[in-house]
């Protein structure tokens, strides 16, 4: 199946400046993003966040009230959605159900005017490439879900478009399934060497997936990087909640990236210089604290004495929710050794971190 | 694929685009208004025409209570006797195999389906005296002359809950089927002993499809013609059959006021009753 | 089995007898028709097929299937195109559309009776009483209801997300009209059409007033008889008619369970 190997350049996105109302709430507010040729990018944000209808504005649904979407250097803000060739996964699959899976799949290349037997035989060959040749002429609904998504992705692929849009295709999987998809869609989209933008509020598939992640609150994007930005250096208390476990603790700023709060005093790394006595956040990964028995604490920054409210067993970690004597709570995650030491509740601990480790955020 | 100019695209689909909904609407309203409306409309007029001489007659006359008397009976007994058979029918038929359950719903679609007119003359092929139904009594020897069925109130009921029984078995059905069977699970681990259970729970939740049910057959069964005109007794008529036979026998002033008096009957029965579900279901929650 | 077993005996019971009455006297007409005695519904050991060949050798039933085919034709075609147009409408106009479609939804609320009346009154002046149109207009106003609510069913049910993904892979507004919107309208518009034709096809009241001697439909014809006289030739004719609503009722089976495969 020659065309089956043949790679597609992915196309490249530029969204400039792109605001849409719907009467007078603002689902997105000047969202500027800039896609390279075969990138791999997350849209991940609650729900409401303005993401979909980011996706809706790309794939041509909606119109943007203000500013630009060009699609390897060609402006296509207003042309309507059957002309610009992106393949669109949808949440629900949107499979016709009146149409066979190697019709659903054969579809779009209809449409661009190759003959029904050309059509067909690509369809076969896209549905190969799935891994369901022999479901091929069952319709939708006697697919299973993982299966329907297959054919779903197929069919997005089959034209063999520049980019493809994913608004949430795993959410209505199963946990399992949705690991093994993950998967699959990665090795595909590798493969066709498609540009993608993938919506999902899942941030463990956002974090698997993606070259970049784009993090939406409120409409907009709070802050786009690779996972690992995200994580170790998160712009935001949102993006450091909502991006992996963490503690945030607030405080007020020494000016000099020092935060002070009841009962401790952290210092790190600072996004923003926060002018002294504002209100500051300082943000901790529970993987990076140390808990050690209070009476050996010995340094006064980065540390929190207090007492074990609870303990969590996670398997491969334990959790501990140590209570500050400020008030405050740190969360640690110690992982499980030969060697470690274990901490009972009511046990006194005092909880360290490192500067490199914390971030301070002005909030 | 060229870029230019072009219509933006439609946000709420082809066939939901807005505007031009009034006139593809506009020939049925049309259509409706000339050959349904304006005919009841008429029909008043006409039942006015006399002054309201008609109504007059209609209201004071021992004749037409006594019909109107005999048509809320037999409406109102229909209505009983079909709760009583729907409600188990409708009950197993959510209870057993999908096939099974295939089964029942063909038995209560086919007559639904069949002419009424069929199953009328089969009931009194059936019901005559010399039919089936009295050979049989004859030979289980519950009986030594035939029992007059046809030409009696018992003879109408049979044929009417015959035709009245779907549409209390289907609104039944579809509400038994919403109820979540885990609800039962619970007031039986609630300690709710069998007879509880349905009395506490399962009825209540069935009962908007139980009063849609009623209010079906109650209302249809009001306006019923051929059937009591075949199987019931001259002397316990019901309006349907009185306001043809004013139109056969005496012109249209006394039928039209008839047809009035008895559709604004339905008509108010229908929007008391509504209102009193709603007002019932709102208590309830 | 945890139940009382006793509960199930009587439901059980039940339903088997509510089942008998139920079908019994629908299918007892087939026996009846190929019964040989003269009186319906007499059993007297014997059987023919005489009933069924003057079915077919009288002209006045041959006439009235005719007039019953035309009508039923016609007035399903008519209440499917109103019913469809006003159903597609509907979906467009919310809260409006919701009002006119209570509205359009009350002849089946009148009793037939005074919808007969009625459309004898006007018909007089409109001079349609005795035609096929005039019967044609009558059954169009009881179909009406059944094709608005089977296909307006369809409308709901489409999803507008079909439409943005047939653009998404490239259609034109109209190869998604002809290729994806109609294909999912399609059962519920002939499921209405089903209905409309076996409501056409088992109406007796309003026909009774509407007809003359030239223009009765097999109900009326089977009316006029009935009170006159019960014949098996009844029975045979019942049979028939059954069997038409028992296809109409497989065709509706197999639409709906294709709908749902789909």
């Keep these: 199946m020659p065309d089956n190997n043949t790679v597609t350049t992915g196309a490249a996105l530029t969204l400039s400046g792109v605001t849409k109302k719907f009467g007078d709430a603002v689902a997105v507010h000047e969202i500027d993003l800039d896609l390279m040729p075969g990138e791999f990018l997350t849209m991940l944000g609650p729900s409401g966040s303005g993401k979909t209808t980011t996706l809706n504005m790309i794939a041509g649904f909606l119109q943007p009230d203000s500013g630009t979407v060009t699609l390897d250097g060609r402006e296509i803000t207003r042309t309507p959605a059957h002309a610009r060739n992106i393949g669109v996964v949808f949440q629900n699959y949107a499979l016709f159900p009146h149409l066979s899976a190697v019709r659903n799949v054969a579809f779009p290349l209809e449409m661009r005017g190759v003959s029904r037997k050309e059509a067909l035989r690509r369809a076969h060959g896209a549905l190969e490439l799935v891994e369901l040749e022999k479901c091929a002429d069952r319709r939708p609904a006697q697919l299973s879900g993982g299966q329907q998504q297959r054919v779903a992705l197929a069919r997005a692929f089959v034209f063999e478009p520049g980019l493809l849009l994913m608004d949430e295709p795993l959410g209505a999987l199963d946990k399992r399934l949705r690991e093994t998809m993950q998967l699959e869609i990665m090795r595909l989209c590798r493969r066709v060497g498609s540009t993608v933008v993938y919506v999902t509020h899942d941030q463990e598939e956002a974090l698997t997936m993606s070259d970049r992640i784009a993090i939406y609150n409120e409409g907009v994007i709070e802050q786009l990087g690779t996972a690992e930005d995200l994580y170790e250096r998160p712009a935001t208390t949102f993006v450091a909640d909502f991006v992996g476990d963490s503690t945030i603790l607030k405080g007020e700023s020494q000016g000099d990236g020092t935060v002070v709060g009841a009962g401790w005093t952290a210092a790190g790394p600072e996004r923003g210089a926060t002018p002294k006595g504002d209100p500051a956040s300082v943000v901790i990964r529970p993987e990076m604290v140390r808990l050690s028995p209070a009476e050996d604490a010995k340094s006064t920054v980065n540390q929190m004495t207090g007492e074990v409210a609870d303990v969590v067993y996670l398997g491969s970690q334990v959790k501990y929710i140590v209570a500050g004597d400020g008030g405050d709570e740190v969360h640690a995650k110690v992982a499980r050794s030969a060697q470690w030491s274990r901490f009972e509740r009511g046990d006194r601990v005092s909880a360290t971190w490192s500067a490199e480790d914390c971030v301070v955020l002005s909030s | ?285 | 089995m945890k139940k009382p077993p006793v509960r199930w005996v009587a439901l059980t019971a039940a339903t088997v007898l509510t089942a008998c009455f139920l079908l019994l006297p629908t299918l007892v007409v087939v026996p009846m028709s190929f019964n040989g005695s003269s009186t319906l519904g007499v059993f007297d050991g014997t059987w023919t097929t005489r009933w069924y060949d003057e079915l077919l050798t009288s002209p006045a039933w041959r006439t009235a299937a005719l007039n019953s085919l035309q009508v039923a034709l016609g007035s399903t075609v008519l209440s499917t195109v109103l019913g469809t147009l006003a159903a597609w409408g509907l979906s467009k106009l919310g809260v409006y559309g919701r009002a006119i479609q209570g509205g359009s939804i009350a002849p089946v609320v009148v009793p037939p009776v005074i919808l007969g009346v009625g459309l004898y009154s006007v018909f007089l002046t409109w001079q349609l009483n005795g035609t096929v149109l005039g019967l044609i207009l009558a059954h169009t106003v009881l179909a009406l209801p059944f094709v608005v609510i089977a296909v307006g069913a369809s409308f709901a049910q489409l999803d507008p997300v079909y439409e943005r993904a047939a653009a998404s892979l490239g259609a034109k507004p109209f190869q998604t009209l002809r290729r994806v919107v109609l294909p999912l309208l399609l059962p519920g518009v002939v499921a209405g059409a089903l209905f409309a034709f076996v409501t056409s096809w088992d109406e007796v009241v309003v026909s009774i007033f509407l007809t003359d001697a030239q223009t009765r439909t097999l109900p009326v014809e089977m009316w006029i008889q009935v009170r006159t006289q019960v014949t098996p030739t009844l029975a045979a004719l019942g049979t028939c008619l059954l069997l038409v609503s028992s296809l109409a009722l497989i065709a509706m089976q197999v639409l709906r369970r294709s709908e749902r495969d789909a």
């Excluded at chain 2, 009976?73 to 009983?80: E, L, P």
């Excluded at chain 2, 549409?167 to 007031?187: E, G, I, N, S």
């Excluded at chain 2, 009591?228 to 012109?251: D, H, N, T």
Aim: glycine share 8%.
């Design chain 2, 1 to 285: 694929m060229t870029v230019g100019t072009v219509p933006a695209p439609r946000r709420r689909g082809l066939l939901g685009l807005g505007g031009g909904g009034w006139a593809l609407v506009l020939p049925l309203v049309l259509f409706l208004a000339v050959f349904f409306l304006y005919p009841l409309v008429q029909m008043a007029r006409e039942s006015a025409a006399g002054g309201f001489a008609a109504y007059e007659s209609i209201l004071t006359s021992p004749v037409y209570r006594k019909v109107f008397g005999n048509t809320l009976t037999i409406a109102a007994a229909t209505t009983a006797i079909c709760l009583v058979l729907a409600y188990p029918y409708a009950y197993v038929m959510n209870r057993v195999s999908p096939r099974m359950r295939l089964a029942l719903m063909a038995f209560v679609l086919l007559p639904f389906w069949a002419s009424l007119l069929v199953r009328s003359f089969a009931w009194i092929a059936l019901l005559q005296d010399s039919g089936l139904v009295n050979q049989a009594l004859q030979a289980l020897g519950l009986t030594d002359d035939p029992v007059s069925l046809i030409r009696t109130t018992p003879g109408v009921l049979i044929g009417m809950v015959h035709i009245m029984l779907p549409y209390m078995v289907l609104p039944l059905y579809t509400a038994m089927a919403r109820v979540d069977d885990r609800l039962l699970l619970a007031a039986s681990s609630l300690g709710a002993n069998p007879r509880r259970r349905f009395v506490r729970v399962f009825l209540p939740l069935t009962l908007p499809g139980l009063a849609a049910g009623c209010l079906l057959v109650f209302t249809i069964s009001l306006g019923f013609y051929i059937t009591p005109a075949l199987l019931g007794a001259p002397s316990q008529a019901m309006v349907g059959e009185v306001i043809a036979e004013q139109v056969e026998q005496f012109g249209l002033s006394t039928a039209s006021a008839l047809g009035i008096v008895l559709l604004t009957g339905t008509l108010v029965i229908l929007v008391v009753i509504a209102l009193l579900a709603k007002r019932l279901g709102r208590s309830a929650r």
